[in-house]
Nanobody
Framework: QVQLVESGGGLVQAGGSLRLSCAAS????????MAWFRQAQGKERERVAT????????SLAASVKGRFTISRDNAKNTVYLQMNSLKPEDTAIYSC????????????????WGQGTQVTVSS
């Protein structure tokens, strides 16, 4: 069974930075497309970023483009989300997800996901 564990969340002031990590175990990480989702309190979960299995193709939500970067290190079985210029509206639980069949649109189309890590941005 594939396990995904996020880390790196915390409390940061607006304008600050955080780097989230998602470590995978129990599967073939290098064959998975990966994604980061977030869900703010009282709001729907939204896709933040995706990355292909090789890292050759990435996508970012318009709300984070220019501020966030998704990357992966297949040798370390880890995907990252570098978050810069954080805003209070970035406050959410961030979860990573893995797909065995490439990048998917919706959270529920992914095969595995982690428990999430809280990111709180104060104003």
């Amino acid at each position: 069974q594939v396990q995904l564990v996020e880390s790196g969340g915390g409390l940061v002031q607006a304008g600050g930075s955080l780097r989230l990590s998602c470590a995978a175990s129990g599967g073939t990480f290098s064959s998975y497309a990966m994604a980061w989702f977030r869900q703010a309190q009282g709001k729907e979960r939204e896709r933040v970023a995706t990355i292909s299995y090789s890292g050759g193709s990435t996508s970012l939500a318009a709300s984070v483009k220019g501020r966030f970067t998704i990357s992966r290190d297949n040798a370390k079985n880890t995907v990252y989300l570098q978050m810069n210029s954080l805003k209070p509206e970035d406050t959410a639980i961030y979860s990573c997800a893995a797909s065995t069949i490439g990048v998917r649109r919706d959270f529920h189309e992914y095969d595995y996901w982690g428990q999430g890590t809280q990111v709180t941005v104060s104003s």
